[in-house]
């Protein structure tokens, strides 16, 4: 069956949930306490899909990753930003799924004409820093002390991806609905599954 990344559905909330919890569960790499429902889950990527991308990564018909894009800010001249993060299920770590992941959505964020992605990264976390440096993030700045989990107060660290010149007045982003049919999307999805073909 194989390795594929596709458009997650609303189906994949389950799953993705299982990958997540986790991560919230014992680790500070979430901020937060408490998992959300599958029901829950399925709201936050209804909430985004139709704007900005849901990406799931499957081995042998199994969800074992995702990866996402999100507003970088509410207020309207950031619209040009994204946050983006990933997930692999702790069966799938150490594959190359993350950094599979990450370029088919970076690939689907440029297309769509978004300008900056950022990421924020709880630290210390190598892992986490190897993968988005791999893709072209570059460290911005640290957070110390920003957030408390698990008895410790922890430090954030974000990084930048420049993804396409900010020179004079950008285009309207493209919302990924209008987009994820389409040829160039696939394209897109294609950049990342190549890298597990190898």
Known sequence: MGTRIRFAEPGDAAAILAIYAPYVESTAISFELEPPS??????????IS?????LVCEVDSRVAGYVYACPHRER??????VDVTV????????RGIGRALYTSLLALVELQGYAKAFAGITLPNPGSVGVH???GFVPLAVYPKVGYKLGHWRDVGWWQLDLRNVAGEPAEPTPIGELCRTPAAAAAIATGEKLLES
């Open 38 to 47: 599958v029901e829950e889950m399925a709201a936050r990527m209804a909430k």
């Open 50 to 54: 139709s704007q900005y991308p849901w």
């Open 76 to 81: 309207a001249a950031y619209r040009w930003s």
């Open 87 to 94: 997930y692999v299920d702790a069966a799938y770590r150490r």
């Open 133 to 135: 440096e791999a893709v």
